[in-house]
């Protein structure tokens, strides 16, 4: 197979599923282009007057949003409560049964007592958890398929269970990931009772952005702790929640050639600050890197050996772009 790269931001083409590409060019960086049609001023005043329109005096909430305690969902709980007039949001969050990192807990707690509001920690029962992500990893390696559908779902449900009429998500996956050239405001699961909305379509998202706003209101990343010297990552600042929460995105890279590494370098390509060099010098040096902690918090979290873990690894990997090199590390063909 002869690996692609797209020529703004040096991400690999057409391995990951449903990203599309344009002459060389992932739709990714070709969305960066389009945002710069859109009116966000015009969204964001049609947001805060929808809001207001929604409001049901004889619900309790505004909105429901869905939080980890990461960069993103600070960052939409402070634009909701301080630009668009919400006087009382019930934030969802669905926990992991991995160990959480002191900057998550941290952020989580800072978010709630910053707009004193209400907190439903939903803790899914911790069998079906490993169970789940056992039987998802051993058989197709995505490890977090199961909890990934939870983090999604369980807002949803809160909110029709209450009655509220708003979800409020962050960014569009697909506008941003490079699936679809619409900036849907809109996620397909709303309906007329209740509307699920990316915030991330309201505002432009950008990763810079939203750590600068959540900084704003104290959010804080790895490195102002000392529990988790995270490796095979570029940066300090996204899914830093839980550690075993990374083998998600590191398995990626065993089936597709990809991980975080990408994903972030890549976007903050496109964000300008780092150049397309800068980028795939980063992706060549860590992109295959697996974190010694985040690996060993996930083996012991479902109760497997690392050597269980390991051969489950080799057995998925993707042998047209990847080849071990002489430490046993898997690697990207074209970047050896």
Known sequence: MEVRICKECGFILGTRPHMKDEGGVCLSCLNKHRKKTINWEERKEWLTKHIAEKRNPEVEYDC???????????????????????????????????????????????LVKRYNVDLINFRCSPQTFVEETRKSFFEELHP????????????????????????????????????SPECEIFHPASNEKTEVIFLGSIWPYSNLDSLAEAQKIGFKTLSDFDDWQRQGSADDFTQID??????????????????????????????????????????????WI?????????????????????????KFANKEILVKDANGHWRRKDLL
């Not at 634009?79 to 669905?94: D, M, N, P, S, Y």
């Not at 995105?249 to 060099?277: N, P, Y």
Request: aromatic share 10%; net charge negative.
């Open 64 to 110: 429901v949003v869905g939080v980890s305690g990461g960069k993103d969902s600070c960052s939409i709980v402070m634009r909701l409560f301080e630009h668009h007039g919400v006087k009382k949001a019930l934030l969802v969050h669905v926990m992991d049964e991995f160990t959480p990192s002191e900057a998550g807990l941290c952020n989580l707690d800072n």
């Open 144 to 179: 977090l398929k199961w909890i990934e559908q939870q983090l999604y779902a369980k807002p949803l449900e809160m909110a029709k269970a209450l009655n509220i009429p708003l979800v409020f998500m962050g960014e569009n996956s697909a506008f941003e990931y490079g699936e």
């Open 242 to 287: 839980s550690k075993g929460y990374m083998m998600q995105h590191w398995t990626k890279f065993i089936k597709f050639g990809f991980q975080r590494v990408s994903d972030m370098a890549c976007r903050l390509v496109r964000e300008g600050k780092f150049t397309k060099e800068q980028a795939e010098q980063m992706i060549k040096d860590s992109d």
């Open 290 to 314: 697996c974190d010694p902690l985040a690996k060993r918090d996930f083996c012991k979290t479902i109760h497997i050996t690392e050597e269980e873990f390991d051969k489950t690894i080799d």
